[in-house]
């Protein structure tokens, strides 16, 4: 089934898609089909091997900070050791949770093919794209099947066009972006393949173009959500303004559906790049879905765009209100982790695909601009729909790490390659750092009182 456009932001966002729906491409060759038992389009192993639903985190111990116990935090089913001050230490903590398994094991075994390799073709929104000798189609992310990943780097049309082509799931080596496909359907010398980086059997690899590693100079600032009217943010519930849903436990508040992006204060129609701190510069959170949301941020700053908007920072007890639901829940979809359901399954840090694996101390450089601009990092604000809660809040879990109003300095629910360190999905807490901390995975989204 495929997902529902939203018209007025996909009308700002590509004028030139006012015509019929383009006829999508059949690929001559055999293609290999992504499991359909899983909610999430991965192998059943994927999704039952993983660590974190057997670690002694899911056996956990109510948050015993006071600001944050509340009755969604002292649940039984619910509440997290890793809430108490084992993660609030935790060495991850250092390095914002960048020192799990995926950080620190030796770099996947890789084809990487010949260096005078011309970099594929990218084509225009409706026409043939192709990894590897799959072909599929370049739409909005939101047109493509939920059996087909939206693979990044092979479109036109900015950051919201993807080629939607069946593979198991979408990937990035060697800084460029790929498909997890088999390795028949990657021939070389033109195409390289990435073990170590995929779902699936171990014919199923990570496909990208053999040309030299892309280049990126952090001092570009660049601004995917230009063109993007983000002032015009989606219809609020009753009683909140634009953009936000109203929940009506932990006192009654309005939250953002989405995570925050930045516009100049002064003149709402001007964005700015997500992937560089804002600095002095006065600006305004907005929530709006397929928007390239604000990385890179403090805490101190973060409150600010939220005053600027007439909104405030949530405090923990209202995070985890929209986050956990009436339910309780310990991950916004249900009470059981579904990997890849929300942008928190990144195998390889980022860090470490950017500087090397020979860089003796990549995660001294999380501030780097070009960490988040690799394939398959930070996704669109509400991009992932299975990643909501039942009152339609996205990405409370992975994605970007979400600051909260706390003078001490917490962030809380995870980012695009860790929910599990630190606590698992909601539970997920950070304390390590003060409030002028800012890095490629912090983010953060308003909250407001209810008219």
């Not at 925050?260 to 204060?265: E, H, K």
Request: proline fraction near 7%; aromatic fraction near 6%; include cysteine.
């Amino acid at each position: 089934m495929k997902r529902v456009l939203q018209g007025s932001l996909l009308a700002s966002i590509l004028v030139f898609m006012a015509c019929d729906t383009p006829q999508r491409i059949e690929s001559s060759v055999n293609r290999v089909t992504p499991p359909t038992t899983a909610t999430d389009g991965r192998s059943d192993a994927s999704a039952d091997t993983n660590i974190a639903d057997t670690n002694i985190a899911d056996t956990n111990i109510a948050d015993t900070n006071i600001a944050d116990t509340n009755i969604a935090d002292t649940n039984i089913a619910d509440t997290n050791i890793a809430d108490t001050n084992i993660a609030d230490t935790n060495i991850a903590d250092t390095n914002i949770a960048d020192t799990n398994v995926a950080d620190t094991r030796p770099p996947a075994d890789t084809n990487t093919g010949p260096t005078d390799v011309s970099d594929p073709d990218v084509a225009a929104y409706g026409e043939e794209c192709r990894v590897g000798a799959v072909s599929g189609i370049c739409l909005h992310v939101a047109d493509c099947y939920d059996t087909e990943a939206a693979v990044e780097g092979f479109c036109e049309g900015g950051p919201q066009v993807r080629c939607c082509l069946e593979a198991w799931d979408r990937c990035s080596a060697n800084r460029r972006p790929g498909a997890c496909i088999d390795t028949a359907d990657c021939p070389g010398p033109d195409w390289a393949t990435t073990s170590g980086l995929c779902p699936g059997p171990s014919t199923v690899r990570c496909c990208t173009s053999s040309a030299p590693a892309q280049t990126c100079d952090p001092a570009v600032k660049p601004d995917p959500n230009a063109g993007l009217d983000l002032y015009a943010q989606e219809l609020g519930d009753d009683g909140c303004p634009d953009g936000m849903a109203r929940i009506s436990r932990a006192g009654d508040f309005c939250i953002d559906r989405f995570e925050a992006s930045l516009i100049l204060d002064s003149d709402p129609t001007v964005t700015l790049s997500p992937y560089h701190n804002p600095g002095s510069t006065a600006v305004r959170a907005v929530s709006n879905r397929y928007a390239v949301p604000q990385g890179y941020i403090d805490e101190v700053r973060a409150k600010a765009a939220c005053v600027n908007a007439g909104k405030r920072l949530c405090t923990s007890t209202e995070w985890l209100s929209a986050c956990q639901g009436e339910s309780n829940w310990t991950y916004p979809y249900g009470p059981t982790r579904e990997p890849g359901r929300c942008n928190d399954d990144r195998s390889l840090h980022v860090a470490i695909e950017f500087f090397g694996p020979n860089d003796p101390n990549p995660f001294s450089k999380i501030n780097n601009a070009c960490l988040s601009q690799l394939a398959n990092s930070l996704d669109l604000s509400g991009e992932n729909e299975g990643c909501q809660t039942p009152e339609g809040v996205y990405d409370l879990m992975g994605n970007l790490h979400e600051w909260i109003d706390d003078d001490a300095g917490t962030f809380r629910g995870g980012f695009y390659s860790d929910t599990v360190i630190n606590g698992n999905g909601c539970l997920y807490r950070t304390t390590a750092h003060d409030v002028s901390h800012w890095d490629y995975s912090t983010g953060f989204r308003c909250c407001a009182d209810p008219e």
